[in-house]
C-alpha cells in the first residue's frame, strides 16, 4: 500500500526511470515472498544433507554346514581313517557396525562331526575374531560382504579337548534387510586350520604330527540383529 501511494504521488515531472521503480516496488509488495524463495522438489532434495552414519551393535546367529576341501595333517594317508570328517552346527557372533563399510565380529562356533566312529560324538570348537568390509545397494535392501579373519579351533570329544590350534579364513555372502532391525542372508567360508597337538585315536596313526593345514569350506544361513 505504501508503495502504490508513492507511486500516486510521483509528479508528471519526474523522470520514466522513477516511474519503473516505483511500479517494481508495488508489485514486490502485493507477491509473498515466500513464492520468491520456493524451490522445486528435485533441488531441495539435492541440497538436503544426508544423514549421519551411527555406530551400532550387530548379533549373528546362523546355522553351518562344511565339507573337508584338506585334511593334511589330521588325515596323513586314507580318509577312511579320518577322524574329522564332514559336519554342521551353529554360529553366534557379536560385534559393532563402526562405519557404513565396516564392520568388527567376535564369534563361537561349535560343529558336530564325522569321526568315523574315532569319537562317539566328535566337535570342533572355534572362537573366531572377523573383520567384514560391507557393500551395500543404494536401490534394494540387499548388502554384500568380504571378510578375513582368525581364531582358535579345539576339537575332541564332546565338549573335550584333544587337540587345538590357530585358524584364518576368509569369507563372503550377502544379506537381504526384512527391517531396520532384522536381515537374512547366506555366507560362504574357507577356513584353513593347523592342530599343533599330536594325538592317537587309538588306531595306530599319530595325527597332528607334520603337515600344512586342515581346509573346510563352510555355508551358512545367518539371521543378523541390530541394536543401538
Do not use: K
Amino acid at each position: 500500500m505504501e508503495a502504490s501511494l508513492s507511486c500516486g504521488a510521483v509528479r508528471a515531472t519526474t523522470s520514466f526511470r522513477a516511474a519503473l521503480g516505483c511500479v517494481a516496488a508495488a508489485l514486490a509488495a502485493l507477491v509473498p515472498a515466500s513464492a520468491w524463495a520456493q524451490e522445486s522438489p528435485s533441488a531441495t532434495a539435492a541440497l538436503a544433507p544426508e544423514a549421519p552414519f551411527r555406530s551400532h551393535r550387530v548379533l549373528h546367529v546362523g546355522v553351518t554346514t562344511s565339507a573337508i576341501l584338506r585334511a593334511d595333517s589330521v588325515c596323513p594317508s586314507d580318509q577312511t581313517l579320518c577322524p574329522l570328517g564332514g559336519g554342521g552346527g551353529i554360529v553366534v557372533a557379536v560385534g559393532r557396525r563402526v562405519s557404513a563399510h565396516r564392520e568388527w565380529n567376535l564369534g563361537y562356533e561349535l560343529s558336530v562331526r564325522n569321526a568315523r566312529n574315532f569319537f562317539n560324538s566328535a566337535t570342533l570348537q572355534e572362537l573366531r575374531f572377523e573383520h567384514r568390509w560391507m557393500f551395500a545397494s543404494p536401490r534394494t535392501n540387499l548388502e554384500g560382504f568380504a571378510g578375513l579373519g582368525g581364531g582358535l579351533v579345539a576339537y575332541g570329544e564332546r565338549f573335550g579337548v584333544t587337540t587345538l590350534g590357530p585358524s584364518v579364513g576368509i569369507s563372503a555372502g550377502a544379506s537381504y534387510g526384512l527391517s531396520a532391525f532384522v536381515s537374512l542372508g547366506v555366507m560362504m567360508r574357507v577356513e584353513a586350520l593347523r592342530f599343533l597337538v599330536p594325538f592317537d585315536t587309538g588306531d595306530g596313526v599319530r595325527r597332528s604330527d607334520g603337515g600344512i593345514a586342515t581346509v573346510l569350506l563352510d555355508f551358512a544361513v545367518v539371521a543378523t540383529f541390530r541394536g543401538p
